[in-house]
């Protein structure tokens, strides 16, 4: 089967960094994705990975390793407004989005 | 500024009683994804349209219903609604189905079932 798991929840301080992680089983594999996701609004767009390595860009960077079937978003110099849900999503190989439920990031001042 | 549109934002409807989502873009994507989410679990795809092929999940009931019209426009038609509908439903579109094209989403439109 299909499936993609990433922690429910997770707490860090303002200027802090945080990892949330990301392990993914999907028919096929086209890259991974990352979205944001504030409360009550639609998911945005992060980053892409579909090569082994890390992508850069800013504060967030998101790192993938295929072999693994495992990748992370990293945030560095955390703000209050990076509060949200970190969705992680798979593109298999009928090129649809494999979605995970998503971490809920909390950060406290 | 190019964009997905959903309407309405907040739809309120009664038990079984048929209702009507819709989504337009001016992005000239070809692909148009429905989603429907609730509350901290993952989005789930509902159909999609690549150009005016139609793409339907095999899970998603028979109770939902979509049309793309043209380019611009989707809709989603519930039938029946029923307390379980209640979600949000997300309208996304790409260029592309394959490699790198993310998706990009409307807003949503929160769907309350009274």
Redesign the interface.
Known sequence: GQN?DQP?EMTATEGAIVQINCTYQTSGF??L?WYQQHA??????LS?N?LDGLEEKGRFSSFLSRSKGYSYLLLKELQMKDSA?Y?CASKDSN???I????T?LIIKP | DAMVIQNPRYQVTQFGKPVTLSCSQTLNHNVMYWYQQKSSQAPKLLFHYYDKDFNNEADTPDNFQSRRPNTSFCFLDIRSPGLGDAAMYLCATSAQEEGAYEQYFGPGTRLTVT
Do not use: D
Request: charged share 10%.
């Open positions: 993609i429910t086209n890259g994705f009550g609004e639609a998911p945005t767009f892409y579909v849900s969705l090129y649809q989005l979605w995970g439920a998503g809920k």
